[in-house]
């Protein structure tokens, strides 16, 4: 992906900012975006396998998943 960025330099020479066109920012946030979807995804997974592995443990009644269905 070739992209035309521009670096912002203070007087020291040392880069203080960088632009990109707006086409290439709103194809940065979609992907930021769906990186953050998966990554919720996968939390939210491993919480529930946690969960599931804690329900195996315990020795106290379970709720079934009709159970748990029309609770909803």
Request: aromatic share 8%; glycine share 6%; charged share 30%.
């Amino acid at each position: 992906m070739k992209m035309a960025i521009q670096y912002l330099n203070d007087s020291h020479g040392t880069t203080q900012a960088v632009q990109l066109p707006i086409s290439e920012w709103e194809k940065i946030l979609g992907k930021i975006k769906r990186y953050e979807q998966t990554f919720k995804l996968k939390s939210d997974l491993q919480e529930a396998f946690d969960q599931v592995s804690s329900m195996k443990k315990s020795k106290g009644k379970k709720q079934t998943l009709n159970e748990f269905l029309d609770g909803l």
